[in-house]
Protein backbone atom coordinates (compact mmCIF):
# COMPACT_ATOMS: atom_id res chain seq x y z
CA UNK A 1 0.00 0.00 0.00
CA UNK A 2 2.01 2.66 -1.29
CA UNK A 3 -0.65 5.79 -0.14
CA UNK A 4 -3.37 6.27 2.05
CA UNK A 5 -6.10 5.40 -0.26
CA UNK A 6 -5.11 2.43 -1.58
CA UNK A 7 -6.63 0.66 1.49
CA UNK A 8 -10.39 0.90 0.05
CA UNK A 9 -8.48 -1.11 -3.33
CA UNK A 10 -6.67 -3.22 -0.64
CA UNK A 11 -10.01 -4.26 0.93
CA UNK A 12 -11.09 -5.08 -2.03
CA UNK A 13 -8.71 -6.90 -3.98
CA UNK A 14 -9.06 -8.70 -0.91
CA UNK A 15 -12.49 -9.73 -1.47
CA UNK A 16 -13.86 -8.87 2.62
CA UNK A 17 -15.37 -5.11 1.48
CA UNK A 18 -18.82 -5.56 1.69
CA UNK A 19 -20.60 -2.30 2.55
CA UNK A 20 -19.28 1.75 2.87
CA UNK A 21 -21.80 4.34 2.99
CA UNK A 22 -19.69 6.57 0.50
CA UNK A 23 -17.20 5.65 -0.71
CA UNK A 24 -16.15 8.36 -2.78
CA UNK A 25 -16.74 10.46 0.32
CA UNK A 26 -14.35 7.62 2.53
CA UNK A 27 -12.15 7.46 -0.32
CA UNK A 28 -11.37 11.91 -0.60
CA UNK A 29 -11.55 11.88 3.64
CA UNK A 30 -9.18 8.97 3.65
CA UNK A 31 -6.45 11.06 1.10
CA UNK A 32 -7.37 13.63 3.66
CA UNK A 33 -5.31 11.64 6.36
CA UNK A 34 -4.33 10.30 8.54
CA UNK A 35 -8.11 9.41 9.41
CA UNK A 36 -9.27 8.04 12.47
CA UNK A 37 -10.94 4.50 12.42
CA UNK A 38 -12.42 2.34 15.48
CA UNK A 39 -13.29 -1.13 16.05
CA UNK A 40 -15.26 -3.03 19.26
CA UNK A 41 -14.54 -6.49 20.62
CA UNK A 42 -16.72 -7.34 23.14
CA UNK A 43 -15.04 -9.76 26.06
CA UNK A 44 -17.89 -12.24 26.38
CA UNK A 45 -14.77 -14.90 26.66
CA UNK A 46 -11.54 -14.57 28.23
CA UNK A 47 -10.22 -14.78 24.41
CA UNK A 48 -10.56 -13.80 21.17
CA UNK A 49 -11.05 -16.28 18.58
CA UNK A 50 -9.79 -16.60 14.70
CA UNK A 51 -13.20 -15.22 13.90
CA UNK A 52 -11.79 -11.63 15.39
CA UNK A 53 -8.82 -11.79 13.29
CA UNK A 54 -10.91 -10.33 10.25
CA UNK A 55 -11.44 -7.22 11.99
CA UNK A 56 -8.46 -7.09 13.99
CA UNK A 57 -6.48 -7.19 10.80
CA UNK A 58 -8.12 -5.18 8.61
CA UNK A 59 -7.20 -2.30 12.10
CA UNK A 60 -3.59 -2.88 10.96
CA UNK A 61 -3.80 -2.36 7.49
CA UNK A 62 -5.54 0.55 8.04
CA UNK A 63 -2.21 1.21 10.49
CA UNK A 64 0.18 0.39 7.93
CA UNK A 65 -1.65 2.49 5.25
CA UNK A 66 -1.07 5.26 7.78
CA UNK A 67 -4.23 5.85 9.61
CA UNK A 68 -4.71 5.93 13.64
CA UNK A 69 -6.58 2.96 14.72
CA UNK A 70 -8.68 3.06 17.72
CA UNK A 71 -9.25 -0.87 19.38
CA UNK A 72 -12.02 -1.03 21.91
CA UNK A 73 -13.15 -3.20 24.38
CA UNK A 74 -16.92 -3.49 25.45
CA UNK A 75 -16.72 -3.36 29.42
CA UNK A 76 -20.02 -2.22 28.81
CA UNK A 77 -21.32 -3.42 26.09
CA UNK A 78 -19.61 -6.83 27.31
CA UNK A 79 -22.42 -7.18 29.74
CA UNK A 80 -24.97 -6.69 27.77
CA UNK A 81 -23.93 -8.88 24.61
CA UNK A 82 -24.96 -8.01 21.18
CA UNK A 83 -28.23 -9.63 19.79
CA UNK A 84 -27.47 -13.07 18.40
CA UNK A 85 -30.20 -14.20 15.97
CA UNK A 86 -30.98 -17.45 17.99
CA UNK A 87 -31.28 -16.59 21.21
CA UNK A 88 -31.00 -14.56 24.56
CA UNK A 89 -27.60 -14.29 25.75
CA UNK A 90 -26.22 -15.18 29.38
CA UNK A 91 -24.87 -12.08 31.19
CA UNK A 92 -21.86 -12.44 33.02
CA UNK A 93 -21.26 -10.56 36.58
CA UNK A 94 -19.21 -7.42 36.29
CA UNK A 95 -16.04 -8.86 37.57
CA UNK A 96 -15.40 -11.76 34.91
CA UNK A 97 -15.65 -8.87 32.20
CA UNK A 98 -13.76 -6.75 33.68
CA UNK A 99 -11.29 -9.77 34.15
CA UNK A 100 -11.94 -10.49 30.19
CA UNK A 101 -11.29 -6.75 29.41
CA UNK A 102 -8.00 -6.57 30.48
CA UNK A 103 -7.06 -9.86 28.87
CA UNK A 104 -8.87 -8.75 25.29
CA UNK A 105 -6.62 -5.81 25.81
CA UNK A 106 -3.35 -7.65 26.15
CA UNK A 107 -4.03 -9.48 22.80
CA UNK A 108 -5.16 -6.72 20.70
CA UNK A 109 -1.48 -4.67 21.59
CA UNK A 110 0.15 -7.66 19.66
CA UNK A 111 -1.25 -6.52 16.61
CA UNK A 112 -1.53 -2.66 16.62
CA UNK A 113 1.42 -0.17 17.43
CA UNK A 114 -0.05 1.40 20.57
CA UNK A 115 4.02 2.57 21.38
CA UNK A 116 5.23 4.84 18.75
CA UNK A 117 4.52 8.40 18.97
CA UNK A 118 3.18 10.26 15.88
CA UNK A 119 -0.39 10.56 14.18
CA UNK A 120 -0.95 6.35 13.31
CA UNK A 121 -0.33 5.29 17.42
CA UNK A 122 -3.23 3.22 18.00
CA UNK A 123 -5.79 3.77 21.44
CA UNK A 124 -6.56 1.68 23.54
CA UNK A 125 -10.30 2.29 24.60
CA UNK A 126 -12.72 0.99 27.00
CA UNK A 127 -16.64 1.82 26.81
CA UNK A 128 -17.07 1.45 30.50
CA UNK A 129 -15.23 4.75 30.87
CA UNK A 130 -17.71 6.95 29.77
CA UNK A 131 -21.21 4.15 30.07
CA UNK A 132 -21.02 3.96 33.85
CA UNK A 133 -21.70 7.48 34.06
CA UNK A 134 -24.76 7.41 32.08
CA UNK A 135 -28.17 7.32 34.01
CA UNK A 136 -31.25 5.84 32.94
CA UNK A 137 -32.73 9.27 32.53
CA UNK A 138 -29.74 10.38 30.95
CA UNK A 139 -29.90 7.06 28.38
CA UNK A 140 -33.50 8.09 28.12
CA UNK A 141 -33.86 11.43 27.59
CA UNK A 142 -30.57 12.18 26.26
CA UNK A 143 -29.65 9.51 23.53
CA UNK A 144 -33.45 7.45 23.50
CA UNK A 145 -35.25 9.79 21.85
CA UNK A 146 -32.88 9.87 18.57
CA UNK A 147 -33.44 5.79 17.99
CA UNK A 148 -36.52 4.80 16.18
CA UNK A 149 -38.33 1.87 17.33
CA UNK A 150 -39.74 1.01 13.79
CA UNK A 151 -35.88 1.37 12.84
CA UNK A 152 -34.78 -0.75 15.99
CA UNK A 153 -37.66 -3.41 14.48
CA UNK A 154 -36.30 -3.75 11.44
CA UNK A 155 -33.39 -4.70 12.04
CA UNK A 156 -32.34 -8.48 10.88
CA UNK A 157 -31.62 -9.67 13.95
CA UNK A 158 -34.70 -8.00 16.16
CA UNK A 159 -36.95 -9.42 13.46
CA UNK A 160 -35.68 -13.25 13.65
CA UNK A 161 -35.96 -13.36 17.20
CA UNK A 162 -39.53 -11.71 17.46
CA UNK A 163 -40.34 -14.14 15.10
CA UNK A 164 -38.88 -16.87 18.14
CA UNK A 165 -38.60 -16.24 21.41
CA UNK A 166 -38.67 -13.04 21.62
CA UNK A 167 -35.82 -10.45 22.97
CA UNK A 168 -35.40 -8.77 25.98
CA UNK A 169 -35.21 -5.01 26.39
CA UNK A 170 -31.68 -5.12 27.47
CA UNK A 171 -30.79 -6.40 24.30
CA UNK A 172 -32.81 -4.56 22.39
CA UNK A 173 -31.37 -1.51 23.72
CA UNK A 174 -27.68 -2.98 22.62
CA UNK A 175 -27.46 -0.74 19.40
CA UNK A 176 -27.64 2.89 21.61
CA UNK A 177 -25.16 2.02 23.59
CA UNK A 178 -22.63 1.12 20.43
CA UNK A 179 -24.41 4.07 18.75
CA UNK A 180 -23.05 5.88 21.91
CA UNK A 181 -19.12 4.45 21.16
CA UNK A 182 -19.29 6.13 17.69
CA UNK A 183 -20.35 9.42 19.32
CA UNK A 184 -18.05 9.23 22.30
CA UNK A 185 -15.29 8.16 20.10
CA UNK A 186 -15.87 10.52 17.74
CA UNK A 187 -15.65 13.70 20.15
CA UNK A 188 -12.63 12.24 21.64
CA UNK A 189 -10.62 11.74 19.00
CA UNK A 190 -12.24 12.73 16.28
CA UNK A 191 -12.78 9.13 15.09
CA UNK A 192 -15.08 9.00 12.03
CA UNK A 193 -14.88 5.54 11.19
CA UNK A 194 -16.47 2.11 11.95
CA UNK A 195 -15.64 -0.91 10.92
CA UNK A 196 -16.93 -4.36 11.59
CA UNK A 197 -18.38 -7.54 9.79
CA UNK A 198 -21.36 -7.13 7.30
CA UNK A 199 -24.05 -8.10 10.27
CA UNK A 200 -23.02 -4.98 12.11
CA UNK A 201 -24.22 -2.72 9.40
CA UNK A 202 -27.58 -1.81 11.12
CA UNK A 203 -25.39 -0.69 14.46
CA UNK A 204 -23.02 1.53 12.82
CA UNK A 205 -25.28 3.35 10.53
CA UNK A 206 -27.29 4.03 14.00
CA UNK A 207 -24.29 5.45 15.27
CA UNK A 208 -23.52 7.39 11.88
CA UNK A 209 -27.59 8.69 12.55
CA UNK A 210 -26.92 9.21 16.56
CA UNK A 211 -23.72 11.87 15.28
CA UNK A 212 -25.29 13.34 12.69
CA UNK A 213 -27.89 14.23 15.54
CA UNK A 214 -26.17 15.04 18.53
CA UNK A 215 -23.29 16.85 16.74
CA UNK A 216 -24.54 18.63 13.89
CA UNK A 217 -22.05 21.23 13.09
CA UNK A 218 -19.56 17.97 12.72
CA UNK A 219 -16.20 19.54 13.70
CA UNK A 220 -14.62 16.01 13.04
CA UNK A 221 -16.38 16.06 9.44
CA UNK A 222 -18.47 13.14 7.96
CA UNK A 223 -18.71 9.77 9.92
CA UNK A 224 -18.73 6.99 7.69
CA UNK A 225 -19.07 3.05 7.95
CA UNK A 226 -17.37 0.23 6.28
CA UNK A 227 -18.28 -3.35 7.05
CA UNK A 228 -16.01 -6.56 5.57
CA UNK A 229 -17.53 -9.81 4.61
CA UNK A 230 -18.54 -12.56 7.31
CA UNK A 231 -16.51 -15.47 6.70
CA UNK A 232 -17.84 -19.14 5.44
CA UNK A 233 -16.33 -22.36 4.77
CA UNK A 234 -16.69 -23.86 1.95
CA UNK A 235 -18.52 -27.07 3.99
CA UNK A 236 -20.74 -25.53 5.23
CA UNK A 237 -19.22 -25.55 8.27
CA UNK A 238 -18.78 -21.84 10.56
CA UNK A 239 -15.16 -20.45 9.63
CA UNK A 240 -13.33 -20.34 13.38
CA UNK A 241 -14.95 -23.80 14.58
CA UNK A 242 -13.14 -27.44 14.77
CA UNK A 243 -14.56 -30.51 16.74
CA UNK A 244 -12.96 -29.51 19.72
CA UNK A 245 -14.96 -25.48 19.61
CA UNK A 246 -13.84 -22.10 18.79
CA UNK A 247 -9.72 -21.49 18.01
CA UNK A 248 -8.46 -19.42 20.71
CA UNK A 249 -5.68 -16.56 20.23
CA UNK A 250 -4.84 -17.58 23.74
CA UNK A 251 -2.69 -20.10 23.93
CA UNK A 252 -4.24 -21.65 26.90
CA UNK A 253 -7.05 -22.45 25.36
CA UNK A 254 -5.52 -22.97 21.83
CA UNK A 255 -2.19 -24.30 21.89
CA UNK A 256 -0.05 -23.33 18.92
CA UNK A 257 0.57 -26.01 17.74
CA UNK A 258 -3.39 -26.41 17.27
CA UNK A 259 -3.52 -22.56 16.02
CA UNK A 260 -0.75 -23.65 13.46
CA UNK A 261 -2.55 -27.46 12.42
CA UNK A 262 -5.76 -24.97 11.65
CA UNK A 263 -4.29 -23.20 9.10
CA UNK A 264 -2.42 -26.55 8.00
CA UNK A 265 -5.39 -28.08 7.40
CA UNK A 266 -7.75 -25.25 5.48
CA UNK A 267 -9.51 -26.61 2.52
CA UNK A 268 -8.47 -26.31 -0.60
CA UNK A 269 -11.64 -24.74 -1.74
CA UNK A 270 -11.04 -21.87 1.33
CA UNK A 271 -7.49 -21.54 1.32
CA UNK A 272 -7.16 -18.62 -1.69
CA UNK A 273 -9.63 -16.56 0.23
CA UNK A 274 -8.12 -16.75 3.57
CA UNK A 275 -5.09 -15.64 2.05
CA UNK A 276 -6.56 -12.66 0.83
CA UNK A 277 -8.08 -12.16 4.16
CA UNK A 278 -5.51 -12.81 6.57
CA UNK A 279 -2.22 -12.94 5.35
CA UNK A 280 0.40 -9.34 4.69
CA UNK A 281 2.06 -11.09 2.09
CA UNK A 282 2.72 -8.90 -0.99
CA UNK A 283 -0.17 -9.76 -3.62
CA UNK A 284 1.87 -11.04 -6.26
CA UNK A 285 2.97 -14.00 -3.45
CA UNK A 286 -0.83 -14.52 -2.76
CA UNK A 287 -1.57 -14.57 -6.10
CA UNK A 288 1.63 -17.46 -7.00
CA UNK A 289 0.28 -19.30 -3.79
CA UNK A 290 -3.42 -19.15 -5.51
CA UNK A 291 -1.50 -20.87 -8.19
CA UNK A 292 0.21 -23.72 -6.35
CA UNK A 293 -2.57 -24.59 -4.80
CA UNK A 294 -4.66 -24.97 -7.96
CA UNK A 295 -1.56 -27.08 -9.75
CA UNK A 296 -0.19 -28.68 -7.01
CA UNK A 297 -2.93 -28.80 -4.20
CA UNK A 298 -1.44 -32.10 -2.21
CA UNK A 299 1.44 -30.01 -1.59
CA UNK A 300 -0.29 -28.01 0.76
CA UNK A 301 2.23 -25.02 0.02
CA UNK A 302 -0.79 -21.88 0.45
CA UNK A 303 -2.00 -23.49 3.48
CA UNK A 304 1.79 -24.12 5.36
CA UNK A 305 2.49 -20.50 4.23
CA UNK A 306 -0.19 -19.15 6.19
CA UNK A 307 -0.58 -21.16 9.21
CA UNK A 308 3.99 -19.86 9.80
CA UNK A 309 2.87 -16.53 8.88
CA UNK A 310 -0.19 -16.67 11.43
CA UNK A 311 1.23 -18.37 14.18
CA UNK A 312 4.22 -16.45 14.56
CA UNK A 313 1.83 -12.82 14.25
CA UNK A 314 -0.47 -14.11 16.82
CA UNK A 315 1.88 -16.25 19.13
CA UNK A 316 5.33 -15.20 18.02
CA UNK A 317 8.00 -16.39 16.16
CA UNK A 318 9.80 -18.58 18.48
CA UNK A 319 6.83 -20.56 19.02
CA UNK A 320 6.00 -21.01 15.42
CA UNK A 321 9.45 -22.40 14.93
CA UNK A 322 8.68 -24.89 17.87
CA UNK A 323 5.73 -25.82 16.21
CA UNK A 324 6.86 -26.35 12.56
CA UNK A 325 10.02 -28.23 14.48
CA UNK A 326 7.09 -30.78 16.55
CA UNK A 327 5.44 -30.87 12.72
CA UNK A 328 8.16 -32.20 11.30
CA UNK A 329 8.98 -35.03 13.96
CA UNK A 330 6.16 -36.37 14.52
CA UNK A 331 6.49 -37.75 10.75
CA UNK A 332 10.05 -38.77 11.00
CA UNK A 333 11.47 -35.31 9.66
CA UNK A 334 13.06 -33.59 12.63
CA UNK A 335 14.32 -35.01 16.41
CA UNK A 336 11.68 -35.74 18.63
CA UNK A 337 13.82 -35.67 21.58
CA UNK A 338 14.82 -32.24 20.93
CA UNK A 339 11.23 -30.67 21.47
CA UNK A 340 10.31 -29.01 24.82
CA UNK A 341 7.94 -30.97 26.84
CA UNK A 342 5.23 -28.24 26.73
CA UNK A 343 5.34 -28.31 22.80
CA UNK A 344 5.40 -32.24 22.27
CA UNK A 345 2.42 -32.19 24.46
CA UNK A 346 0.29 -29.87 22.70
CA UNK A 347 1.15 -32.12 19.33
CA UNK A 348 0.49 -34.87 20.78
CA UNK A 349 -3.04 -33.71 22.23
CA UNK A 350 -3.58 -33.87 18.91
CA UNK A 351 -3.39 -37.22 17.88
CA UNK A 352 -5.22 -40.79 19.13
CA UNK A 353 -3.87 -41.30 22.47
CA UNK A 354 -3.61 -44.03 25.07
CA UNK A 355 -2.85 -43.86 28.71
CA UNK A 356 -0.78 -47.01 30.28
CA UNK A 357 0.60 -47.63 33.53
CA UNK A 358 3.23 -50.22 32.69
CA UNK A 359 5.00 -50.80 28.67
CA UNK A 360 3.45 -53.33 26.67
CA UNK A 361 4.53 -54.87 22.90
CA UNK A 362 4.74 -52.58 20.13
CA UNK A 363 1.68 -54.49 19.16
CA UNK A 364 -0.44 -54.07 21.69
CA UNK A 365 0.36 -50.46 21.69
CA UNK A 366 -0.55 -49.71 17.79
CA UNK A 367 -4.02 -51.82 18.55
CA UNK A 368 -4.60 -49.62 21.84
CA UNK A 369 -4.28 -46.45 19.68
CA UNK A 370 -6.58 -48.18 17.37
CA UNK A 371 -3.58 -47.40 14.51
CA UNK A 372 -4.66 -51.04 14.00
CA UNK A 373 -7.98 -52.54 14.13
CA UNK A 374 -6.22 -56.07 16.42
CA UNK A 375 -2.76 -57.22 17.35
CA UNK A 376 -2.89 -59.40 14.92
CA UNK A 377 -2.95 -56.71 12.39
CA UNK A 378 -0.58 -54.95 13.86
CA UNK A 379 2.13 -57.64 14.09
CA UNK A 380 1.19 -58.13 10.14
CA UNK A 381 2.15 -54.06 9.62
CA UNK A 382 5.62 -54.51 12.01
CA UNK A 383 6.65 -57.66 9.87
CA UNK A 384 5.33 -55.66 6.43
CA UNK A 385 7.92 -52.70 7.91
CA UNK A 386 5.28 -50.11 8.39
CA UNK A 387 5.14 -49.74 12.28
CA UNK A 388 7.40 -46.97 13.60
CA UNK A 389 8.08 -46.04 17.59
CA UNK A 390 9.71 -42.77 18.15
CA UNK A 391 10.58 -42.60 14.41
CA UNK A 392 12.85 -45.58 14.66
CA UNK A 393 11.23 -48.88 12.42
CA UNK A 394 10.20 -51.69 14.47
CA UNK A 395 11.68 -54.88 13.37
CA UNK A 396 10.61 -57.83 15.62
CA UNK A 397 7.08 -58.35 16.46
CA UNK A 398 7.72 -58.91 19.41
CA UNK A 399 9.03 -55.45 20.46
CA UNK A 400 9.04 -53.78 24.05
CA UNK A 401 9.48 -50.00 24.74
CA UNK A 402 12.30 -49.58 26.90
CA UNK A 403 12.24 -47.05 29.61
CA UNK A 404 14.88 -45.19 27.59
CA UNK A 405 12.53 -44.84 24.37
CA UNK A 406 10.02 -42.61 26.51
CA UNK A 407 10.76 -38.74 25.76
CA UNK A 408 10.43 -36.36 28.72
CA UNK A 409 9.96 -39.94 30.54
CA UNK A 410 6.32 -40.40 29.39
CA UNK A 411 5.95 -40.48 25.82
CA UNK A 412 5.61 -42.79 23.04
CA UNK A 413 4.99 -41.77 19.22
CA UNK A 414 3.80 -44.26 17.52
CA UNK A 415 3.33 -44.27 13.59
CA UNK A 416 2.29 -46.66 10.63
CA UNK A 417 3.05 -45.73 7.17
CA UNK A 418 3.95 -42.21 6.53
CA UNK A 419 0.58 -40.28 7.81
CA UNK A 420 -1.14 -42.17 10.45
CA UNK A 421 0.27 -40.93 14.25
CA UNK A 422 -0.87 -41.89 17.89
CA UNK A 423 0.62 -41.19 21.59
CA UNK A 424 1.09 -43.47 24.14
CA UNK A 425 1.57 -42.25 27.79
CA UNK A 426 3.13 -43.73 30.69
CA UNK A 427 1.51 -42.84 34.05
Same mark, same amino acid.
Given at each position: ????????DE????????? %????????K???D?????? +????????????????Q??????? #???????????????????????????A??????? #????????? #???????????????????????? %??????????????????????????????????????Y??F???I????????L????? +??L?????? #?? @??????????R?????????P????????????????????E???????P??? %?????????LN????????????????P????????????????????Q??L???????????D? +????????????????????????L??????????????????????A?????P??????? %????? @??????????????????????????????R???????????
Amino acid at each position: MDNVTDIVDELRWRGVLAQ %TTDEEALRKALADGPLTLY +CGFDPTAKSLHVGHLTQILALRRF #QLAGHRPIALVGGATGLIGDPKPSAERALNDVETV #QEWVGALRG #QLSAFLDFDTPGPTQAVMANNYEW %TESVSALSLLRDYGKHFSVNQMLARDTVKSRLDGEGMSYTEFSYVILQSLDFLELYKQYG +CTLQIGGSD #QW @GNITAGLDLIRRMQANQPHGPAHALTQVLLTKADGTKFGKTEGGAVWLDPELT %TPYAFYQFWLNSDDRDIARYLRTFSFKPREEIEELERATEERPQARAAQRALAEELTALVHGADQ +CAAVIAASKALFGQGDLDGLDEATLAAALSELPKAQVSELAPVADLLALVELVPSKSAARR %TIKEG @GAYLNNAKVTSEEAVPAASDLIHGRWLVLRRGKRNLGAVELV
